[in-house]
């Protein structure tokens, strides 16, 4: 199977180590904020957030005044990622402590009697409570914002919080900000949502604080984990006679097959199980202590499997409970391979995991980053990892080939968007007479050239400097903090945009400038209504520029694999930003608008997929009709206003320059 993705690290341990307070560096930098009362923390699972959240919160209580602090958390499973830890052990001022009766997680009952339990907490001495975001949600329904004064709210995995009204949560939240009392502190891996809605509105994201922890940070800073693989490979058929070619027995696995309301499920989804094991050996037995399937391999080996799509409660809940023993949490032969439906993916903390597989397309793409996350934690002796989208390849004769053709194309609507996760951040400079080099960037073997496209990269923050010449530079404080931190989020909403990807894909007429100035341009007006036009147009062009340069570094890093191989650490992808820049002889945004964000994609597409279909999906796409809406005709007549402006003539529809 091809891989679309291959990321290597440096494995330089530093962000597993902690400071004298018992503090890692992403928990270090969020403690350096905890004085704010709005406070976001965006890092990838495994940094650390749960802790993390610990520290201010205590400081907030024995510090800062305030009265209680509440966790809500999506899921009881993730309550236990909040239990007692004795933080004073490793030198902090405090240790963390949740009364049984008070983590509401493990208690018995519906949300209805939990809702009493908050009644109870906010009368108490009691100082922490944990619970669900529909318990805490209920909460305030009934006791109003007021009842939560002088209080944190900590939300984790707020990328369940919408800003569309409909979201109750989300409203919720709206109004405790409104109301100014309580201190809010919201965490999450994966700052978007799979429908393209706003997390937070603008007006409200502005209030917040936001400390950014990247993956490339995370990951660079580990001692084992070095490599991720990140691939989607196609199936025609049904896919448990397909899985055997990309499961490994010998990897330390999640699978998750798909929901039985989905086209790839079988309908049957515990006789899917069956197959799977059968795909893997022969059946041997249950363990009566773990409830784990064993399964003998032909080469002799017996696998311990955690099957968790089993509905009977009993045997699913043995097996639940052995995963998350707290005994076994370091023993990598506990359990070999884990099949799960819903389960098993945020909040579920398992090291050894080298291969999260999943059949089909999730929800969204925010499922398939959470899903991700289970990899990339890193293990003694794991030293690499891997993710993979198993999905049916579309096939035109089918009557509902619209959704398969969909899932296609969501499928590298996330392998772009982790590109670009994984990838260090940009900090792009227009290009003048009077640039020099940012300070603390290593600009190569040569240094910096003020007469060349320069390329600097600071190793400890995990910054690309790069320099573009005609590129918008922001003008207000927020346009500013968009282009800095949420350049993934413009970038979320561009690949998630449907047109934007069929055309970029399969028509072959379209010209980039459509896409990269057109298609972009209304996404971040729509993102950002707020922004000034040059605001805006610095916002279009920064994400562009993110995007189109990742795309041609991973081109150019593949050409020079051998070269890198040879060189060793960690230069793949900043050689490949290097080497792009250095095959053009001026840097420009004209250049970046230029290329289509979506032709790389298209390649590797055109070697996993069977040249048949493919020619067969592209007839389909090109047989829809392109709606464009009146706002993009006029965005489309300015540009054809402002070529005419500068070049003293319209555009020519014969010229051969796209």
Known sequence: ????????????????????????????RAWARRGEQYLLIKSPPASGKSRALMFIALDKLHRQGLRKAIICVPETAIGASFADEPLSRFGFDWDWQVAPRWNLCNAPGGDEGKVGAVQTFLASAGRVLVCTHATFRFAVARFGCAAFDDCLIAVDEVHHVSANPDNRLGALLAELIARARAHILAMTGSYFRGDAAPVLT?????????????????????????????????????????????????????????????????????????????????????????????????????????????????????????????????????????????????????????????????????????IIGRATRDAPGKTRARFTNLIA?????????????????????????????????????????????????????????????????????????????????????????????????????FVQDKTAIERGMFDEEVAPQELTQARMGKIVRDKYPDLGERDQEAVRQHAIAALNVTQQARQAAVSGAETDARAGGNTALIEGVRRFAMDVRDLDIDLIDSINPFSAAYAILAKTMNEERLQQVARVIAARRVQIDPEEARALARRALKFRQDRGRLPAVTSPDA
């Open 393 to 493: 390849e579309p096939d035109a004769s089918e009557e509902n080939v619209a959704e398969a053709i969909n899932d296609t194309l969501k499928a590298i609507a996330a392998s772009l968007l982790m590109e670009q996760v994984l990838a260090p951040r940009f900090h792009f400079t227009p290009k003048s007479p009077d640039s020099g080099p940012a300070d603390g960037f290593d600009y190569g073997t040569t240094g910096y050239n003020p007469d060349g496209n320069n390329i600097g990269f600071n190793e400890h923050s995990g910054q690309l400097h790069m320099e573009i010449k005609g590129l918008a530079r922001p003008e207000s404080p927020e346009a500013s903090r968009i282009c800095r931190e949420d350049l993934n989020e413009v970038i979320t909403a």
């Open 1 to 28: 199977m091809p891989e679309t993705l291959s990321v290597t690290y440096a494995q330089s341990g530093a962000s597993t180590q902690s400071n004298e307070r018992g503090m890692r560096p992403m928990q270090e």
């Open 202 to 370: 603008p007006g409200d994201e502005a209030k917040f604080d936001t400390v950014t922890y990247t993956y490339y940070e995370q990951l660079n800073g580990y001692q084992h984990l070095k490599a991720l693989d990140i691939g989607y490979a196609f199936y025609t058929g049904a896919y448990v006679d397909r899985i055997g070619d990309v499961l490994d027995p010998a990897e330390k696995t999640i699978i998750h097959i798909p929901s039985v309301n989905a086209r790839e499920s079988t309908k049957d989804k515990n006789r899917e199980v069956e197959r799977i094991i059968d795909a893997l050996g022969s059946w041997q037995g249950t363990d009566e202590a773990t409830g784990f399937q064993l399964v003998k391999t032909a080469q002799g080996r017996v696998l311990r499997i955690a099957d968790l799509v089993d509905d009977m409660p009993a045997r699913r809940g043995r097996v639940s409970a052995a995963l998350k023993d707290p005994d076994q949490k370091n023993n990598r032969d506990h359990v070999d391979i884990i099949i799960a439906l819903g389960m098993a993916k945020e909040g579920f903390d398992w090291i050894w995991c080298e291969h999260a597989l999943t059949v089909g397309y999730r929800s969204s793409l925010t499922e398939i980053v959470q």
